[in-house]
């Protein structure tokens, strides 16, 4: 707080700028400008760069950022537009190749059941993107809603202890059911239903420890001098959580969207390989690896090197957005 007996003027001003401006002070006006003045890149130069342009510096100073968003845009064009323009069907069949290798009318090869193995993959690439995408976008959502609302009403006395512990109890519950066993379960049910249950039925055993990770962050939040200021002025609880302490765990959120978007996809492969996933009439990279040939490698190696390279150039990505929003990394240097 300003002390009323230290007020100073408009000629107290005049004389500090004096003092302090090298081109006004004969002392000042002979020194190099690197002892006189910050540097150019020193944190006077950075002032007007927003968040958002030095997080996006951060990014891209990572090579694994740029090697990941080239790899996941070149598929993801490659899914969008390669089956429009591919001269065959994921479920024509060419009996007179079956099980023969690369050629130029095969780029990956046909199976033994006459199917080709590009068309395939690149039309099992598609619903695995989606499959992949919504899952995580959903659990990030589920685990949203829980976490936080567990973490805010954790102190709200005893029936906040109770709703918190209800949340906490229904955390522990879905974490130690069988996930894979009730998906098994639920799969003939949904065989002749859009593939897009998949989404749900994912994301609803997917939220458990990102809810528990988002409770602890609001726990620590709700502790904070801003979000007790918003409680004791009456605040709306969803709009204390929505202003105040989503925006101070969106990093964290988005990394671990990000990051969710290649599990998703594994799970969903890994379902479609052992027949619990994607069925006929569509197909997924798990269809595609399904029908293997261990004799044939290229029945499986590429839709294996595709799936390898989605996985691989989202967790490149995941990984340099975290270094990038976490200001102790050294990428965090501008």
């Known amino acids: 707080m300003t002390n009323p007996s230290d007020m100073r003027g408009t000629d107290d001003a005049a004389a500090l700028q004096v003092e302090t401006d090298h081109r006004a002070n004969s002392v000042l006006e002979g020194m190099p400008p ?40 070149l598929l993801i064009l490659g899914a969008i537009f390669a089956p429009m323009a591919y001269q065959y069907e994921p479920f024509e069949r ?51 809603i829980v976490g ?46 859009s593939w897009l249950w998949l989404i749900p039925l994912l994301a609803v055993f997917s939220w458990m420890l990102t809810a528990r990770v988002l409770r602890a962050m609001t726990q620590q939040l709700v502790r904070t001098e801003y979000v007790e200021a918003s409680r004791f002025m009456g605040v709306n609880p969803v709009t204390t959580i929505v202003r105040h302490i989503i925006p101070n765990i969106a990093s964290w959120i988005i990394i671990d969207t990000t990051l969710g978007v290649s599990a998703a996809i594994l799970g969903e492969t890994g379902l479609s390989f052992i027949g619990f996933g994607i069925q006929y009439p569509n197909v997924s990279l798990g269809t595609v690896l399904q029908a293997y040939n261990i004799a044939a490698p290229w029945t499986w190696i590429p839709p294996a090197m595709v799936l390898a390279a989605l996985v691989i150039s989202v967790n490149l990505m995941g990984e340099a957005l975290r270094d990038a929003l976490d200001p102790t990394s050294g990428s965090s240097r501008v």
């Open 34 to 73: 690197s002892e006189a003045e910050p540097p150019e890149g020193d944190v006077r130069s950075l002032e007007s760069i927003g968040r958002g342009e030095l997080l996006r510096r951060r990014f891209l100073r990572n090579p694994g950022a740029l090697i990941g968003m080239v790899v996941v845009l």
């Open 94 to 144: 060419d009996l007179r190749n079956a099980l023969t290798g690369p050629s130029q009318y095969h780029w990956f090869g046909v199976d033994e059941n006459g199917y080709d193995i590009f068309a395939r993959t690149m039309v099992g690439l598609r619903i695995s993107l989606v499959i992949g995408a919504g899952t995580a976008l959903l659990t990030t959502v589920l685990a949203l």
């Open 148 to 193: 936080t609302v567990a973490g805010y009403v954790s102190y709200k006395g005893r029936w906040g202890a109770f709703v918190d512990g209800a949340l906490v109890n229904l955390i522990n519950l879905f974490l130690v059911i069988p996930s894979l066993l009730l998906l098994m379960l639920f799969s003939p049910v949904l065989q002749q239903a």
